[in-house]
């Protein structure tokens, strides 16, 4: 499966029905420096929209918002620690939560990798 973008820089890669959701790379760049993350509770319902994590970095802080509805089913406790994971590396070990879907259809709605490019570029 391929990720998946809002236009609030989340995404979502999903396996089988769990979605691990993040921030884009280009979001953490946005943000510069990250110094604190606050990631939700394991076991947790929350709806899409809902905020999910805080992420504060040296100029602000911001709200993760789930792009997804579900259970909460685990959470990346070591961004507590190393919040600079998220600038490290943002796709990937910067995972915020996994989430146990219940409505696959509120993916129809993000946008792939390519569609998200064309969006980011328009914001430069």
């Known amino acids: 499966m391929s990720y998946k ?3 609030d820089h989340e995404w979502v890669l999903l396996e ?11 979001a953490q760049g946005q943000l510069g420096d990250v110094v604190y993350v606050e990631v939700p509770e ?12 805080v992420v504060e970095s040296v ?3 911001s709200e993760v918002y789930s792009p997804v509805s579900g259970e909460i089913v685990a959470v990346n406790s ?3 620690g190393e919040p ?6 943002a796709m990937d070990k910067g995972w915020f939560a996994k989430i146990k879907i219940t409505d696959a ?3 129809d ?3 792939d990798e390519e569609a998200y490019k064309a969006f980011i570029e328009g914001l430069e």
């Open 5 to 7: 973008f809002t236009k």
């Open 16 to 26: 089988g029905d769990v979605a691990t959701i993040g921030i884009s790379d280009y």
């Open 42 to 53: 394991v076991g947790k319902e929350i709806s899409k929209a809902d905020e999910l994590a």
């Open 59 to 61: 100029k602000a802080a």
């Open 78 to 80: 070591e961004l507590e």
């Open 84 to 89: 600079t994971m998220v600038n490290e590396d």
């Open 105 to 107: 259809s509120e993916l």
């Open 109 to 111: 709605d993000l946008m």
